[in-house]
């Protein structure tokens, strides 16, 4: 229950309010003199406080301003004998929660201070809810502080990462104005970044890449459903007047309308892998076209390639799927435990082997003489066994003798 105080010089009303309050279970405390009341408020939370307006040496009315200044939650209740408009007034003007007229009945007091202490409880609760607000408030503030600071920190990394990639990062408006560039632009069209915001992106790619990527952007905003982003292979146009194929990626942003407003892409230098892929056609072109056999398997025997005069050496037609063959299969069933020991596991251990052997004709069954190279081609960054080619040439009956 509550705390209750009170303060009157007359012993007989300390007594009597101090019974009617004890029978609803508060705890009472009771003081006639100011200076212990004084000491006792600084010392103990009380919920209500009961307070004569005519007291020894200084008012209720006074007294009751220097309560406020210790404790604002409290809920006090002046009584007097000789009650007064003005008093009662001036009591409430003061942060008095009712004024009672004395002689006070138990039911009165045990009433009010029941009501006192509903309204106190109420001011308790707000407080509470408003302390509570307020913290979360700050722990709402904390956290946004903490996540603009990791927005901006990411930003930067973004930045930073943005700034330093080899490939060519760029945004534009939807008509292809440009709007930022990374550094990569010097290499890409050696031009600086400020030189380049604001110029049409269209006047550094070719005439055929424009219709290209105009294509490619209505082909996105008609697909069903529609999707933001495409690819396209497109020739832009470096400052010294040469032409460099390249690859784009390229998002598109819509603003709160719905439209197209940005377009923000990555740029790739793909001249070196085209030159690549131009020699490595050249050179599968030239080992299919090979006058000898040329296959190769991976390091468990599983055959990826046969040429074609392969193919015509060992009987297979132009459209057999190698792949379902092992290397085994290639060899002349009697020499398949002398093949596998010395020629596949020589060559995956020192990386080469020679010599002759027999191989097998896929239609007739008959044992082929050959002349055999079989080496290991191993992945250039891990060293890993990749691959085990062989050459083979056909050999005479005499040099198949010898």
Not at 157 to 185: I, K, S
Not at 340 to 359: C, F, K, N, P
């Amino acid at each position: 229950m509550a705390h209750v105080l009170i303060i009157d010089d007359e012993r007989g009303i300390r007594y009597t309010l101090s019974e009617f309050l004890s029978q609803d279970g508060h705890q009472v405390e009771t003081t006639g003199s100011v200076e212990h009341a004084e000491k006792l408020i600084g010392e103990t939370e009380f919920d209500v406080i009961v307070l004569d307006i005519v007291l020894p040496k200084i008012s209720g009315i006074e007294f009751l301003e220097t309560i406020r200044k210790q404790s604002t939650d409290v809920q006090v209740i002046l009584i007097s004998g000789e009650p007064t408009v003005q008093t009662a007034i001036q009591a409430m003007r003061m942060g008095a929660f009712d004024f009672l007229a004395k002689p006070i009945s138990g039911s009165v007091i045990r009433r009010v201070v029941g009501h006192a202490l509903r309204v106190k409880s109420l001011k308790d609760e707000n407080r509470r809810l408003l302390e509570e607000n307020i913290r979360h408030r700050e722990h709402l503030e904390e956290l946004v502080r903490q996540q603009t600071q990791e927005i901006r920190d990411s930003e930067a990394r973004y930045g930073r990462l943005t700034e330093n990639l080899p490939d060519m990062v760029w945004r534009t408006t939807f008509d292809g104005t440009v709007l930022y560039v990374n550094q990569a632009v010097r290499h890409h069209l050696g031009r600086e970044p400020a030189e380049a915001v604001g110029m049409k992106i269209q006047s550094y790619l070719s005439d055929d890449s424009i219709g290209t990527v105009q294509a490619a952007v209505l082909a996105a905003l008609k697909s069903e459903p529609p999707t933001e982003n495409f690819r396209a292979s497109v020739r832009y146009k470096h400052r010294d007047g040469r032409f460099v194929d390249g690859e784009i990626n390229v998002t598109m942003l819509r603003d709160e309308t719905g439209r197209v407003a940005t377009l923000e892409g990555i740029t790739r230098d793909i001249s070196e892998r085209l030159r690549y892929e131009e020699t490595i056609e050249t050179f599968a072109a030239l080992v299919d076209n090979f006058s000898e056999f040329v296959g190769m398997a991976d390091p468990d025997g599983r055959v990826s390639y046969l040429n074609r005069a392969g193919r015509e050496l060992v009987g297979l037609a132009p459209d057999f799927d190698v792949q379902t063959l092992n290397i085994a299969d290639f060899v002349f069933p009697e020499d398949r435990d002398h093949m596998r020991q010395e020629a596949v596991s020589t060559a995956i251990e020192t990386g080469l082997w020679r010599g002759a052997g027999r191989i097998r004709h896929f239609a007739a069954g008959d044992a082929i003489p050959v002349a055999i190279t079989t080496f290991l081609v191993r992945h250039p960054k891990t060293k890993l066994p990749m691959t085990v080619a062989t050459i083979m040439r056909r050999l005479r009956e005499t040099d198949a003798g010898k």
